[in-house]
């Protein structure tokens, strides 16, 4: 993972009566290792902006913005394809996760995907990086990119199309054949 040099922050030296803001700007050393690693054409912009605050006695809410612009390839051509994210990113580091007793045994996952474990620092660069990971298009696709029709047979045979898979494909070709009996 691409390590910023961001300031990791100790939660012993997090006030619990209020928030402790940051804000991570990455200069373009920074932006290329992180296109790098998640495997962007380009990486333009990315700003990632927040605070982290006491909740209980405990556990720490994590807040921020996540703003960035990503140049991906293209799904269909390869062509650079741009792309804009603004993201609300929260999460709940939790001191006491409920721990795994028996190794075989199956454990429910919560449905809240924010909580995360707490550590003894609180990471905003590794938050940002990964928030930026889960909130990148899966299949980007440049404008007017489509995907032409292959078709794959046995040699003397007729290959099926996309239309013929189609459910009642098969019923209306019946159909059209009865039509011309008449």
């Known amino acids: 993972m691409t390590k910023l040099p961001s300031e990791k922050l100790r939660v012993a030296d997090?006030?619990?009566?209020?928030?402790?803001?940051?804000?991570?700007?990455?200069?373009?050393?920074?932006?290329r290792a992180i296109a790098d690693e998640?495997?962007?054409?380009?990486?333009?912009?990315?700003?990632?902006?927040?605070?982290?605050?006491?909740?209980g006695r405990r556990d720490w809410r994590f807040k921020a913005d996540l703003g960035a612009t990503v140049v991906q390839a293209c799904v269909v051509s390869l062509a650079p394809v741009s792309t804009r994210i603004d993201e609300k990113v929260n999460r709940l580091f939790i001191a006491e996760l409920p721990e795994d007793s028996v190794e075989d045994?199956?454990?429910?996952?919560?449905?809240?995907?924010?909580?995360?474990?707490?550590?003894?620092v609180i990471d905003p660069a590794t938050v940002m990086i990964e928030a930026l990971s889960l909130a990148l298009p899966l299949y980007p696709r440049a404008k007017g990119a489509e995907l032409d029709e292959t078709r794959f047979t046995e040699p003397g045979k007729t290959a099926?199309?996309?239309?013929?898979?189609?459910?009642?494909?098969?019923?209306a070709a019946l159909r059209d054949k009865l039509d011309k009996k008449d």
């Not at 454990?107 to 995360?116: C, R």
């Not at 099926?160 to 019923?171: I, R």
Request: aromatic share 4%; proline share 6%; no cysteine.
């Open 14 to 31: 997090l006030s619990t009566t209020r928030p402790t803001r940051f804000k991570l700007i990455p200069n373009d050393a920074e932006l």
């Open 38 to 55: 998640l495997g962007l054409l380009d990486l333009r912009k990315l700003r990632f902006e927040g605070e982290i605050r006491a909740e």
């Open 105 to 120: 045994e199956e454990i429910e996952m919560p449905e809240d995907d924010s909580i995360e474990a707490l550590d003894k």
């Open 160 to 171: 099926m199309t996309d239309e013929e898979t189609k459910p009642f494909a098969g019923l």
